[in-house]
Structures are given as C-alpha cells and as structure tokens.
C-alpha cells in the first residue's frame, strides 16, 4: 500500500483567495486523482493528475477553478482558485499503484477547507 | 453514466451482532469493486476488494458478497465493535477505466 500525505490538513480562508493543497505519495505510483467530499456527502472525482501534462477534468470541474500539477510520480497539487462558501469541503489525494488496471485506490486524510 | 448507491443510509447495531451494509450499481461493464471506511475526520481507509470473476470474498472480520444478476453488492461486519463505528462506502471501477464511481455512503453506529 501507499502512504498517503496532504497539507494543509485543514485551513480557513477568505473569499476570493486562493488555496494551494499539496499530496506527496511515499511511493511512485501510475494514477493520481483529487476527489471533493463536500459535508456529509460522498467522493466526487475532480480530477485525474497526469504526470507532466495537463489534468483530465470530471464534469462540471474546469482548470482555470482547479488547476493541478503532476510534475513527478509522487507528488500532486491542487489549487482551488477564487474560492467562496460553496468551495467549502474536504479535498483528498488518491493514488493506485503500479499497476495501473488493478490495486486499490488509496487516500491521504483529507485538507478540510472552510471558506467565509 | 454509471452510478452507484445504497440501499440504507444509516444502520444502527448492537455491539457483538453482525452488520450487513448494501450497494447497488448501475454499470454492467464495472469489474471491480471496493469498500472504504471513513471515520470522522479521516480519509476513506481500504477495507476489502473484489473482482467480478468473484462472487465472495473474506477478510478479518469481514466477507464482501457480489451479485453480478441484480448488480449488487454488499459488506458483512462479523462481530460489530464500537470501532466500526464509521460511514461506509463502496466505489466501482468500470473494465479498462480508471475511475472509482462512490456510493453515497451508510453510517454505521454500534450501540453498547
């Protein structure tokens, strides 16, 4: 398995600012992605991280709001961008492991963000 | 698009009986599945896995059931403790894709 870490673990941020979340995994893996769970809610993926190229976004995510990077294997950003009340969740790190079409997902605890 | 979901989204249990948390999926082409638990304020933790060539599939303290017919699938906590208090949710993986598809999730409280 893979050992997962985020930071912040949580922050307090303003309207309008912007957060960057990073996600450094203890071993190279092949598929990163970032999931939102907003309160009380189930994952939503947002994204899936690509290594030295652009993002692929889900639905309704775009890349001037969350913009990522991937510039290794082990290690991913996340930004959320002019952020208001509604980006208020908890955003998680995953990564599968070498191989690719098989294994487990896992994840990092989570950066919680509240925005006022 | 694919989904998933869950048929209770909260179960309560006295400690020492047995658990039984249900999903249903949507997607006929999803050939792999999980099962997280997500304690307050924590990330989802793996807990078991099954393929579908598979129809069960046991660990400690816990047996995963798949039913490819009816496309459900469900999660069996032997012996439930107050530590399997939690919220639990299962994700599938489509064949050749990448993605994990969440269900909305089952709190699961132990009563002493």
């Known amino acids: 398995s893979a050992v997962i870490s985020q930071k912040p673990s949580r922050d307090i941020c303003q309207r309008g600012t912007s957060l960057t979340i990073q996600c450094q995994v203890d071993?190279?893996?092949?598929?990163m992605f970032w999931y939102r769970q907003q309160p009380g809610q189930s994952l939503t993926l947002i994204a899936t991280a690509n290594q030295g190229s652009e993002a692929t976004y889900e639905s309704g995510f775009v890349i001037d709001k969350f913009p990522i990077s991937r510039p290794n294997l082990t290690f991913s950003t996340l930004t959320v961008s002019n952020m208001s009340p509604e980006d208020s969740s908890i955003y998680l790190c995953?990564?599968?492991?070498?191989?690719?079409?098989?294994?487990?997902?896992?994840f990092g605890e989570g950066s919680r963000l509240t925005v006022l | 698009g694919e989904s998933v979901g869950l048929h209770l989204p909260t179960l309560s249990v006295q400690e020492g009986d047995n658990s039984i948390i249900n999903c249903a999926y949507s997607n006929s082409a999803s050939d792999y599945f999980i099962w997280y638990k997500q304690e307050s304020g924590k990330g989802p933790q793996f807990i078991i896995d099954?393929?579908?060539?598979?129809d069960k599939r046991q660990g400690q303290r816990v047996t995963v059931l798949l039913n490819k017919t009816v496309k459900h699938l469900s999660l069996q906590i032997a012996a439930t403790q107050p530590g399997d208090s939690a919220v639990y949710f299962c994700?599938?993986?489509?064949?050749?894709?990448?993605?994990?598809?969440f269900g909305p999730g089952t709190r699961l409280s132990v009563l002493p």
């Open positions: 099954i393929r579908s060539n598979m």
């Open positions: 071993s190279q893996v092949t598929m």
């Open positions: 994700a599938e993986k489509e064949n050749y894709g990448q993605n994990f598809v």
């Open positions: 995953s990564a599968r492991g070498l191989a690719a079409n098989t294994g487990e997902l896992f």
